[in-house]
C-alpha cells in the first residue's frame, strides 16, 4: 500500500462533538482530550471554531501551541473576521489548517444566509483567498452539500479550489444522504473538479447511516474522513471515529486502505471522552461499548472458548480493551504514582494537578485495596475535569438513616472564597445536591441521574452522571442542559461532583455564544 491508500482521520470531537446538547468543554479538559487524540494518531484535530467565543479561541490557541504532531485545524464561515479570528488562533500550530464553510443548498441560501448563488459563490471564493493569505493548508465545505444542486455544488468546488483550497469537504450535514447517492456525488465532483486536491467527507447520523455514508464516501475516492470520538456531535452526532478506524482496519483486506491510527489506544480515548463530556457510552455501542465483546449465549461462550474468532471479528486487544491491570495499593508512593500516570499517557500533568490528582489516590487506596489502571485514569480525569471549573468541592459531609432527615453539608471554593452550606434532603444524595445548589446559588432542574461502575467488585469506584437543565423553552428563557460526570468509591460524594460539574458546565454554556455551526 502506498500513501493514496491512506485514510486521514480529521477528528472533530472538539468542534462538532462540542455541539452536542449539555456538553461544554473548558480548556484543560480540551487540550487533554487534543492530545491523547495526538497520541491516538488523527491527522488532523479541528480544534474548535474559534469566533464562537473568546473561550473557544483560546482553547484553540492552547492546543495550537502545545499539541504536537496533527495538523491543527480552526473552522471559520466565510467571512474575514472569521477567518482572521481561526488564523490568529491556529497561528501557533505545528501544522496550522483553516477549515472554512458556507451553506450552498437552497433552502440554506434562501432562509438562513439570505443569499442568491452568485453571491454565495464569491463569499466562498473570498474566504478561500483571505484563508490562503494566512495559510497554506485550506479546507473548504459546502454546508448542507447532500440537498445542494450537484452543478451548483461542482462550480462552488472547482472556484475554491482554483481560489487555493487544498481539502475540499463534501458534508452530510443533515445525515439525509444514502450511501450509493452519497458515492455518486462524489465521483460526479471528483470529475467535474479537475485538481490535485484532498476529497474529505463529513458524515451525520441522523438516519444511522453516518459511518456506511463516509464508507462510501471512500470507495469513491475520499481520503480523509470527519470524524468524532463515540460519534458524539450535533443532534444524532458525528461518524463515529472507531467505528471507521476498525471497519478500514478489520475490512482493509478488501478495500485496500488503512489509517495512521494506533487502534490500541482508541478504548482509552474513548472513555476520556465520556468522562469529560458526561456522555455515556451506551453498552452495546460498536467497539467501545461495555459488552461490544461480551458473549452472553452459551453456545457462543463456547465458541469463543474454544476458538476467540468462532464470534470475534476483532481482538479486543487491537482496541485497548486488555482489561484492567492492577498497578498501585495503598502503599505505592508518589513516585510509583507518577510512572503509572505516565504509561497512562498523563505525563503532561502540572505539579498542581499531579499534587492533586496523588491525594485522590491516596483517599482511594484507604478505601480500594487494588487500584487498576481504569481507577487511576478516572479518578486523574475527575480531578482535571473539575480542577478549571468556577466552583470546584473541597469536601462534602452527609449524615442520615432510618431515624434522622438526610442531612449534607459541603465545603467549595470559589476563586478566593470558601462557601459552606448545608441542606436537608429526600435522600443523602438529594440533600448533597441541594446544599450544592445553595452554595452555587445556580437553579437547575434535574433531568436524568444514573449511576453505573468503573471496574466490578464491592469496592469499585462509582461512576454517576447527571443531567441539569434550566430554562422553560419559551423565546425568552431557552432550555439548556448540561451534564456532569463524577467518580468515588462513595456514591454520594460521586454524586455530588457529577451535580456540581453540570452546574459549572451549565455556567459556561450559558456564557458561551451561540454562533455555532
Ligand atoms: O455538518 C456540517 O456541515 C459541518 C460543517 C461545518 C463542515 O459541521
Ligand atoms: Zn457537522
Redesign the pocket.
Given at each position: 500500500m502506498d500513501e493514496s491508500d491512506v485514510v486521514r482521520i480529521f477528528d472533530?470531537t472538539l468542534r462538532?462533538g462540542e455541539q452536542s446538547p449539555g456538553i461544554s468543554l473548558n480548556l484543560k479538559e480540551k487540550v487533554e482530550i487534543a492530545e491523547q487524540l495526538a497520541r491516538l494518531g488523527v491527522d488532523v484535530i479541528e480544534a474548535g471554531f474559534p469566533i464562537a467565543s473568546e473561550g473557544e479561541a483560546e482553547a484553540v490557541k492552547a492546543i495550537a501551541a502545545t499539541v504536537r504532531g496533527p495538523v491543527v485545524a480552526g473552522?471559520a464561515r466565510v467571512d474575514a473576521v472569521d477567518i482572521d479570528r481561526a488564523a490568529e488562533a491556529v497561528g501557533r500550530a505545528e501544522r496550522p489548517r483553516i477549515h472554512t464553510?458556507i451553506a450552498t443548498s437552497e433552502i440554506h441560501m434562501r432562509a438562513k444566509l439570505r443569499m442568491t448563488p452568485a453571491e454565495v459563490l464569491a463569499a466562498a471564493v473570498g474566504g478561500v483567498e483571505r484563508a490562503r493569505s494566512h495559510v497554506g493548508d485550506v479546507e473548504f465545505?459546502c454546508?448542507?452539500a447532500t440537498r445542494s444542486d450537484p452543478e451548483f455544488l461542482a462550480e462552488v468546488y472547482r472556484a475554491t479550489a482554483a481560489a487555493g483550497a487544498t481539502t475540499l469537504?463534501l458534508?452530510d450535514?443533515v445525515g439525509y444522504a444514502l450511501p450509493d447517492e452519497f458515492a455518486a456525488l462524489l465521483r460526479f465532483l471528483r470529475e467535474s473538479v479537475d485538481r490535485d486536491v484532498v476529497w474529505s467527507v463529513?458524515t451525520?447520523d441522523d438516519l444511522g447511516l453516518a459511518v456506511a455514508n463516509a464508507l462510501a464516501g471512500i470507495e469513491a475516492g475520499a481520503r480523509q474522513v470527519?470524524v468524532a470520538v463515540n460519534g458524539i456531535g450535533?443532534r444524532a452526532g458525528n461518524c463515529s471515529l472507531e467505528e471507521i478506524v476498525m471497519a478500514i482496519r478489520t475490512r482493509g483486506d478488501v478495500r485496500g486502505i488503512r489509517t495512521n491510527v494506533q487502534s490500541r489506544e482508541i478504548a482509552r480515548t474513548s472513555r476520556l471522552v465520556s468522562m469529560l463530556t458526561g456522555y455515556a457510552v451506551p453498552p452495546n455501542k460498536a467497539i467501545v461499548g461495555a459488552n461490544a465483546f461480551a458473549h452472553e449465549a452459551g453456545i457462543h461462550q463456547h465458541g469463543v472458548m474454544v476458538e476467540r474468532t468462532t464470534y470475534e471479528i476483532m481482538d479486543p486487544v487491537d482496541v485497548g480493551l486488555e482489561g484492567s491491570r492492577i498497578v498501585l495499593g495503598k502503599h505505592s508512593g508518589r513516585h510509583a504514582f507518577v510512572k503509572a500516570l505516565e504509561e497512562l499517557g498523563f505525563g503532561n500533568l502540572s505539579a498542581d494537578d499531579v499534587e492533586r490528582a496523588f491525594e485522590r489516590f491516596k483517599a482511594l487506596a484507604d478505601r480500594k485495596i487494588r487500584i487498576t489502571d481504569v481507577d487511576l485514569e478516572a479518578i486523574v480525569v475527575d480531578e482535571i475535569a473539575q480542577d478549571a471549573d468556577e466552583f470546584e468541592l473541597i469536601s462534602i459531609q452527609v449524615a442520615g438513616g432510618t431515624h434522622m432527615s438526610p442531612t449534607a453539608t459541603v465545603r467549595l471554593q470559589h476563586g478566593d472564597e470558601v462557601i459552606d452550606e448545608s441542606a436537608i434532603g429526600d435522600g443523602m444524595i438529594d440533600a448533597a445536591c441541594g446544599a450544592i445548589q445553595r452554595a452555587t446559588g445556580i437553579e437547575a432542574r434535574l433531568e436524568s441521574f444514573t449511576v453505573s461502575s468503573v471496574t466490578g467488585g464491592i469496592d469499585a469506584l462509582g461512576d454517576v452522571t447527571i443531567v441539569l437543565a434550566t430554562g422553560d423553552g419559551s423565546g425568552s428563557s431557552p432550555i439548556r442542559r448540561a451534564t456532569g460526570r463524577g467518580v468515588s468509591t462513595d456514591v454520594v460524594e460521586a454524586a455530588a461532583r457529577a451535580y456540581l460539574s453540570a452546574a459549572n458546565r451549565l455556567t459556561r454554556l450559558t456564557a458561551r455564544d451561540q454562533v455555532v455551526?
Open positions: 472533530t462538532d473552522l464553510f465545505s454546508e448542507d469537504n458534508p450535514t463529513h451525520h470527519e450535533e455551526a
